[in-house]
């Protein structure tokens, strides 16, 4: 009997298990994101500029307001 349980394969990790985790940080991370877009967009309303955004695949966020408008931004 010993001869069995020395033989038995390890098991296995769930791979949607390991998954899960990075996941859900992702999607943290994107809701994040879009917070602060949204708040960057609310902003640019209140001030009048025509501000682009976006947002990569690695969620980074990048802003651009165009130079004609940017003195009447800050």
Known sequence: MSEEVASAPAPVADPQAVRQPAE???SIQYLAV???ARWVQAHAADRQCATV????PALSLHVFIPP???RACC
């Open 24 to 26: 859900t940080v992702r």
């Open 34 to 36: 879009r917070e602060v």
């Open 53 to 56: 955004f976006y947002v990569t």
């Open 68 to 70: 004609q408008r940017s």
